[in-house]
């Protein structure tokens, strides 16, 4: 497991937050879920989404960690592991330089998926996290569940019922 922070803050009293993230497409690009898997210790709550639309895997991997992240309305202490090097290196390695860049990559090319990133930043900056990445499918079971609740989604969606 390979561990960054993003932030240092003094926060409430309010207990840390495990949270894992996962996205998936049934073809890439293709309809689209997402899940988040998420626990303090004393309560667990999961969340999930789907898109309908063409979407690819790594915008719902961005699009989980917006979801949890718009789940805590106030600073919180946060620990997101991802099985997505995309999601964690974005957040902890790319992002200063995009930004720098005026969102462009290394290769001068505007970076993909500016919109997510974008929210992403502007939530991340009002918490302070961990971003952990984990490996996938690799018996970790938050990131079992995240990915289970994100292929669910689709399954659930082309069901009708999300």
């Given amino acids: 497991m390979t561990t960054f922070s993003t932030t240092t803050a003094r926060l409430a ?82 992002l200063p330089g995009w930004i720098a860049k005026g969102w462009r990559s290394r290769q001068g090319k505007s970076v993909v998926n500016q919109d997510l990133w974008e929210t992403l930043r502007t939530l991340a900056d009002k918490h302070d996290i961990t971003w952990q990445w984990v490996k996938g499918h690799n018996s970790d079971p938050g990131n079992e569940r995240a990915d289970a609740l994100a292929t669910g989604a689709i399954a659930k969606g082309f069901a009708g019922v999300l």
Avoid at 28 to 44: L, R, T
């Fill in 13 to 94: 009293t309010k207990p840390p937050v495990l949270v894992y993230t996962d996205g998936a497409c049934s073809g890439n690009p293709g309809p689209g879920g997402w899940g988040v898997y998420m626990h303090n210790g004393k309560a667990s709550r999961e969340l999930q989404g789907w898109e309908p639309a063409m979407t690819t895997n790594q915008r719902m991997e961005l699009l989980a960690a917006i979801k949890a992240l718009q789940f805590f309305p106030s600073r919180r202490q946060l620990t997101i592991r991802s099985d997505s090097q995309y999601l964690v290196r974005g957040m902890t390695e790319w």
